[in-house]
C-alpha cells in the first residue's frame, strides 16, 4: 500500500519507527523489527506479520484501540487465544494507557493475558515530559530532558518543586531546542511529589464546548464516564443545540449526564431551556475501530496515531451518526 501523502506531496508520518533514528542506528534496529507489507488493511497485515514471528517479545503502538484492531483480526485466526499463549516470550506492550484511552486497558488486558502493558511517557514532537518509571512503570517527570513548569488553573506558572498533589496543571516546556516557555496544550495531574514528581496525562487545553455558555471541557466527560464506569463519547450538536451521549450501554446515560451536569455552567442551561436534553445513542459491537477509522480519514492521520475522543466538536452529529450506522 502506497504512504499517505498530503496534497502537496509530503508524506504523512513515518513508514518505519527506523526513520527516527540516524541511517546507521536505523539500519541495526530494523533487523529487529517487525515490518509488515501493508498491501490492503493495516490490522490484517499486521497480525499476518505478527504471527510469522515466533519469538515476538516487544509490542509498541501509540493506541491501545489499535492493537485492539489486530486483536480482532488474531482472534479470526487463532480462536481462544491469549498473545501470552500466541507468543511465549512477549514481556511487554507499550501503548497510551491514560485520558481517553484508560478504559480500554483493562479490555487489552484481558486480551493479551499476564504480558506486562507499560504506560507511554508523554512525548509530544516539541518535548517529552514524562517517562515510565524503571521500577514501576509509573510516569516521572522527564526534568532531565527540559526545563519543565506548569500553569494552574489561575494562570500563574509553577515550578515543579511546588506542585501539588491532586491538582491539574497545563505543562510549559523550555527547551535546548530553542523553545522557551512553550504551551504544550497538555493537561497533567500530579499523583506523586519529590525531585521527579509522577504525573498522569489527564487531555488536551482547548477540546471543549460552549454552544450556550456551558463551557463543557472534554476532561470532564472523561472524569464522568470514569465514575460511572462507562465508554462512550460526547458529541456537541450545533444546529440542535444540545448534545449526543453515545455509550455501549445507553442506560448509564442518566448516570452520566448527572455527572456532567456537576459543571454549574451545563447544569443550568439544562434547567433553562438552552440546551436540548442529552440524547442516548447506542454504539455498536466495534464502534472504537469504526470510530477510529472514520477520524483518521476525516483529519488525515494515521490509524494508529488516533486518540478515540471523549468529546467530539467541529463534526456533525450527522456525520457521526453515518459513521456509526
Same mark, same amino acid.
Given at each position: 500500500?502506497?504512504?499517505?501523502?498530503? /496534497?502537496?506531496?509530503?508524506?504523512?508520518?513515518? $513508514?518505519?519507527?527506523?526513520?527516527? +533514528?540516524?541511517?546507521?542506528?536505523?539500519?541495526?534496529?530494523?533487523?529487529?523489527?517487525?515490518?509488515?507489507?501493508?498491501?490492503?488493511?493495516?490490522?490484517?497485515?499486521? @497480525?499476518?506479520?505478527?504471527?510469522?514471528?515466533?519469538?515476538?517479545?516487544?509490542?509498541?503502538?501509540?493506541?491501545?484501540? +489499535?492493537?485492539?484492531? #489486530?486483536?480482532?483480526?488474531?482472534?479470526?485466526?487463532?480462536?481462544?487465544?491469549?498473545?501470552?499463549?500466541?507468543? /511465549?516470550?512477549?514481556?511487554? =506492550? !507499550?501503548?497510551?494507557?491514560?485520558?481517553?484511552?484508560? &478504559?480500554?486497558?483493562?479490555?487489552?488486558? %484481558?486480551?493479551?493475558?499476564?504480558?506486562? #502493558?507499560? /504506560?507511554?511517557?508523554?512525548?509530544?514532537? *516539541?518535548? #517529552?515530559?514524562?517517562?515510565?518509571?524503571?521500577?514501576?512503570?509509573?510516569?516521572?517527570?522527564? !526534568?532531565?530532558?527540559?526545563?519543565? %513548569? +506548569?500553569?494552574?488553573?489561575?494562570?500563574?506558572?509553577? &515550578?515543579?518543586? %511546588?506542585?501539588?498533589?491532586?491538582?491539574?496543571? *497545563?505543562?510549559?516546556?523550555?527547551?535546548?531546542?530553542?523553545? +522557551?516557555?512553550?504551551?504544550?496544550?497538555?493537561?497533567?495531574?500530579?499523583?506523586?511529589?519529590?525531585?521527579?514528581?509522577?504525573?498522569?496525562?489527564?487531555?488536551?487545553?482547548?477540546?471543549? !464546548?460552549?454552544?450556550?455558555?456551558?463551557?463543557?471541557? *472534554?476532561?470532564?466527560?472523561?472524569?464522568?464516564?470514569?465514575?460511572?464506569?462507562?465508554?462512550?463519547?460526547?458529541? @456537541?450538536?450545533?444546529?440542535? !443545540?444540545?448534545?449526543?451521549?453515545?455509550?455501549?450501554?445507553?442506560?448509564?446515560?442518566?448516570?452520566?449526564?448527572?455527572?456532567?451536569?456537576?459543571?454549574?455552567?451545563?447544569?443550568? $442551561?439544562?434547567?433553562?431551556?438552552?440546551?436540548?436534553?442529552?440524547? =442516548?445513542?447506542?454504539?455498536?459491537?466495534?464502534? &472504537?475501530?469504526?470510530?477510529?477509522? $472514520?477520524?483518521?480519514?476525516?483529519?488525515?492521520?494515521?490509524?494508529?496515531?488516533?486518540?478515540?475522543?471523549?468529546?467530539?466538536?467541529? #463534526?456533525?452529529? %450527522? $456525520?457521526?451518526?453515518?459513521?456509526?450506522?
Amino acid at each position: 500500500m502506497a504512504p499517505e501523502t498530503t /496534497p502537496g506531496g509530503l508524506p504523512v508520518g513515518a $513508514a518505519s519507527d527506523v526513520a527516527y +533514528f540516524p541511517c546507521e542506528v536505523g539500519a541495526r534496529l530494523a533487523d529487529w523489527l517487525v515490518v509488515p507489507d501493508l498491501r490492503g488493511d493495516v490490522f490484517e497485515d499486521t @497480525a499476518e506479520a505478527l504471527l510469522s514471528t515466533p519469538d515476538l517479545s516487544l509490542v509498541s503502538v501509540w493506541s491501545p484501540t +489499535f492493537l485492539l484492531g #489486530i486483536d480482532a483480526v488474531l482472534r479470526r485466526h487463532r480462536p481462544g487465544k491469549t498473545w501470552r499463549e500466541l507468543w /511465549p516470550k512477549l514481556a511487554l =506492550a !507499550s501503548c497510551w494507557a491514560d485520558a481517553s484511552s484508560a &478504559p480500554w486497558i483493562p479490555v487489552l488486558q %484481558e486480551r493479551l493475558g499476564d504480558v506486562l #502493558i507499560e /504506560p507511554k511517557g508523554l512525548l509530544a514532537t *516539541e518535548g #517529552i515530559t514524562s517517562i515510565p518509571d524503571e521500577i514501576d512503570g509509573s510516569p516521572r517527570l522527564a !526534568s532531565e530532558c527540559h526545563w519543565l %513548569e +506548569f500553569i494552574d488553573y489561575e494562570g500563574a506558572h509553577i &515550578p515543579s518543586s %511546588e506542585v501539588r498533589v491532586g491538582h491539574r496543571y *497545563e505543562v510549559l516546556l523550555t527547551t535546548a531546542g530553542g523553545l +522557551f516557555r512553550y504551551r504544550s496544550g497538555d493537561q497533567v495531574m500530579v499523583t506523586g511529589t519529590g525531585k521527579q514528581p509522577r504525573i498522569r496525562f489527564v487531555g488536551r487545553t482547548g477540546i471543549a !464546548s460552549d454552544l450556550v455558555g456551558e463551557k463543557l471541557h *472534554e476532561h470532564q466527560m472523561l472524569d464522568a464516564l470514569t465514575a460511572a464506569g462507562a465508554r462512550g463519547f460526547l458529541v @456537541a450538536a450545533p444546529r440542535a !443545540s444540545g448534545y449526543d451521549l453515545w455509550l455501549e450501554d445507553p442506560e448509564q446515560a442518566d448516570r452520566v449526564t448527572s455527572l456532567l451536569r456537576r459543571n454549574p455552567y451545563f447544569d443550568q $442551561a439544562l434547567r433553562l431551556g438552552q440546551l436540548a436534553p442529552v440524547r =442516548a445513542r447506542r454504539l455498536p459491537l466495534d464502534w &472504537p475501530l469504526i470510530l477510529a477509522r $472514520a477520524l483518521a480519514r476525516a483529519r488525515g492521520g494515521r490509524l494508529g496515531d488516533v486518540k478515540l475522543p471523549a468529546l467530539v466538536t467541529g #463534526i456533525q452529529p %450527522e $456525520a457521526v451518526a453515518a459513521w456509526l450506522g
